[in-house]
């Protein structure tokens, strides 16, 4: 098991400033600096607790890094819940759109948790596995979602395996919110970001509904 991994210790309220202090120190610190540049001893001084009380709640900075990615990941599959539950043709590009533009800004807003998470999930096990996951849970209910739209015959005949489709396209927007969390062009654009890969799923998706908003030119 990874550092990452591993049982926690039962907590209570009186816990919870501790160990928040914990995360939100790692939180700013990787908005200054890289994650493998980051030491322990580098959020217990910006954290302002002991030693003893870092390890009482995380066996090593992989597991303050798995629990920020988690808080912030969950926010990710909030965002998606309107595309998942969407009824009807006529709420499908609204609904793609809405998830892609959340998604967009939350890659912002935690840009600095995402772009560790994804530079150094291989390189501790217990990351590989949370963010394989993660991934895959998106992926998951992505393909779940796209069966339900074959059944109704709302996909092209040629559609190609669901899952192996609903990955890529899972992977590819890990991919381009990455490149926007490093504000590098065109994607750090946010309005750039979220056309094009609206465009991208609708195209693939439902290209006989169109790639715009209805009523749009």
Known sequence: MGTSGGRRPRRTDDDRPVREEILD???RLLAERRFDELSVADILNAASVARGSFYFYF???HEVLAELVRQAVERGHKAA?????HEGEDQRYAAV????TEGA??????APVLRAIVENWRTDPGLTQLWLELMNGFTDATAGRLAEDQVAGDLPPDTPDLQALATALTWLGERLYYLAALDLPPFNDQDTLVEVLTHIWMSTLYPTAGTHAPGSS
């Open 59 to 61: 066996s090593g900075k």
């Open 25 to 27: 120190a790692a939180r």
């Open 97 to 100: 759109r809405h998830g892609i």
């Open 81 to 85: 819940r309107p595309w998942l539950a």
């Open 105 to 110: 800004r939350l890659w912002q807003e935690e």
